[in-house]
C-alpha cells in the first residue's frame, strides 16, 4: 500500500506527520485535562460551600442565621474547616 501525499511546506510535513503519530496520546491528554478541569471546578464548589457555613451564609436570610448569633460551636458543628465531601 502506498500513500501519496503532496506537501506544500515543511510546516505543513511537520503538523502531517505529528497529527497521524500523536493522535492517540493528544486524545489520551485531552480526556485526562478535561477529567482535571472537571474536579476543579467541583473542588471549587465545595470550598464556596465550606466558606458560607463556616460564614453562615449557607441558605440564611437576614441575621438569624448566621454563625455570630447561632452561638458558639456553630460553625464547627458543620465539620472542620478543610473538610470537603466526597463525590463519585
Known amino acids: 500500500m502506498q500513500l501519496q501525499v503532496r506537501v506544500r511546506s515543511v510546516g505543513a510535513a511537520l503538523r502531517f506527520a505529528e497529527s497521524v503519530l500523536l493522535a492517540p496520546g493528544q486524545r489520551h491528554a485531552r480526556r485526562n485535562a478535561w477529567t482535571a478541569v472537571c474536579e476543579n471546578r467541583e473542588h471549587a464548589a465545595d470550598r464556596r460551600q465550606d466558606a458560607d457555613v463556616i460564614t453562615g451564609n449557607a441558605g440564611a436570610t437576614g441575621a ?19 473538610a470537603r465531601s466526597v463525590r463519585r
Do not use: D, Q, V
Not at 438569624?64 to 478543610?82: D, K, L, S
Open 64 to 82: 438569624a442565621g448566621t454563625a455570630e448569633t447561632a452561638g458558639p460551636g456553630a460553625a464547627r458543628a458543620a465539620g472542620p474547616a478543610g
